[in-house]
């Protein structure tokens, strides 16, 4: 029971946070970052099945190169600063 209420939790907020998103893209003074952040983490939370598709999307794989660097303290790389700026 607390799973099906958790579950529905997690998607009221990807939806709202999507809600957001689509209101942010209409009016350029809401930021869309931060929505799209949220229903990303929202809805991974609530569906399994996408949470292993995002981890297994190119982009992710290629940003957690830098966090991994990031979370053993050795720090960037000249080369991936570059690639990140541009």
Same mark, same amino acid.
């Given at each position: 029971?607390?799973?099906l209420? /958790? /579950?529905?939790?997690?998607?009221?907020?990807s939806?709202? +946070?999507f809600l957001l998103l689509v209101v942010g893209i209409v009016f350029p003074i809401v930021p869309?970052?931060?929505f799209l952040l949220?229903?990303?983490? +929202?809805? +991974?939370?609530?569906s399994p099945r996408f949470h292993k598709w995002l981890l297994?999307? /190119?982009?992710? /794989?290629?940003?957690?190169?830098f966090?991994?660097?990031?979370?053993e303290k050795i720090g960037m790389k000249r080369l991936s600063? +570059?690639?990140?700026?541009i």
């Amino acid at each position: 029971m607390i799973f099906l209420v /958790r /579950r529905l939790l997690w998607l009221l907020m990807s939806v709202i +946070s999507f809600l957001l998103l689509v209101v942010g893209i209409v009016f350029p003074i809401v930021p869309q970052v931060p929505f799209l952040l949220a229903f990303l983490y +929202s809805l +991974s939370k609530f569906s399994p099945r996408f949470h292993k598709w995002l981890l297994n999307t /190119r982009v992710y /794989r290629w940003l957690k190169g830098f966090m991994n660097n990031e979370k053993e303290k050795i720090g960037m790389k000249r080369l991936s600063k +570059s690639k990140v700026k541009i």
